[in-house]
C-alpha cells in the first residue's frame, strides 16, 4: 500500500503558504498601481462581501484565461467560501475593473475534470508551480489528477461586459 502521508519528492509546493501571508497585504496596492508591470497580467485582486462580516475583502489571486470573458483561479484557502451564492463581484485585471459573476467548481469529480482540462490548456508545469500537489518527475496519471488536495478548488468568474 502507497504512503500518503508524505508527499512524492519534488511535490513540494514551489512557495510555502507563509510567504503568500506575507506579500499578499503589498501585492493588492501594487496591483492597483501603475507600477503592476507584467504581474498585472497574471495576478487579478478579487473584491467581495465576507460571508459573516459584510465587510468588503480584497485579495490577489492568480488567474488564467479559460474562455472567452472568462478566467480561472483555484486555491487550496477558505476564501472561496465566500463566492458561494454570490451574485456578483469586482475583479481588477492589469488595471480594468470587472463585473464578474462566479462559479466555485468544488465536486471531487468536476475538480478532477477541471484538473485535466487545466493541463491541457496551460500545460503541467503551471499546475506544478501553482500547489496542485502534481508529481514533478514525471507525467500526472489518472490518479495524481484525482489524488489532488481534497480542499483543492477551481473558481471561474465570467466577466460581464458593462455597457
Do not use: C
Amino acid at each position: 500500500m502507497a504512503d500518503t502521508t508524505s508527499p512524492e519528492p519534488g511535490s513540494e509546493p514551489v512557495v510555502p503558504l507563509w510567504i503568500f501571508r506575507l506579500i499578499n497585504p503589498w501585492m493588492t496596492p501594487l496591483l492597483r498601481s501603475r507600477f503592476r508591470g507584467p504581474l498585472g497580467r497574471r495576478v487579478l485582486v478579487l473584491a467581495y462581501p465576507g460571508r459573516r462580516t459584510g465587510r468588503l475583502m480584497s485579495h490577489p489571486a492568480a488567474f488564467f484565461p479559460w474562455a472567452e470573458h472568462e478566467v480561472i483561479v483555484f486555491s487550496s484557502s477558505r476564501w472561496w467560501l465566500n463566492l458561494v451564492d454570490l451574485g456578483s463581484l469586482d475583479l481588477l485585471i492589469d488595471g480594468q475593473s470587472w463585473k464578474a459573476t462566479p462559479t466555485v467548481i468544488r465536486d471531487r469529480d468536476e475538480v478532477v475534470r477541471t484538473v485535466g482540462a487545466f493541463i491541457q490548456r496551460v500545460g503541467v508545469w503551471p499546475a506544478r508551480l501553482y500547489r496542485m500537489g502534481l508529481p514533478w518527475t514525471r507525467t500526472p496519471t489518472e490518479a495524481d489528477l484525482a489524488a489532488v488536495g481534497r480542499a483543492f478548488v477551481f473558481v471561474t468568474f465570467q466577466l460581464i461586459e458593462e455597457d
